[in-house]
């Protein structure tokens, strides 16, 4: 994984990106967000490189991460990033 990037949209949105790469160039997503008890959630249909996470409350600081892994077997974790929603 290269990169992750977050950034707040108006409406309580955030935009989230993951550059990375592998041999053969397949790669499967999972984008996932942490709780309040601390435990990292799945996103259901957060699987591309790009996600869009709706409904956050104004203010509030989420925080990110995305599972990358190849077709190869290849699995690896991206940095947390963290966005605090916007009204």
Do not use: H
Not at 37 to 58: C, E, I, P, Q, R
């Amino acid at each position: 994984i290269e990169e992750v990037k977050g950034e707040a949209l108006p409406g309580g949105k955030a935009k989230l990106r993951v550059s990375a790469s592998a041999p053969g160039g397949r790669l499967l997503y999972q984008w996932q967000m942490k709780g309040e008890d601390g435990a990292w959630t799945n996103l259901f249909g957060a699987n591309g490189s790009v996600y869009t996470a709706t409904k956050l409350k104004a203010g509030q600081e989420y925080s990110f991460r995305c599972q990358v892994a190849s077709y190869g077997g290849g699995r690896s974790t991206s940095q947390v990033v963290n966005v605090t929603a916007e009204k």
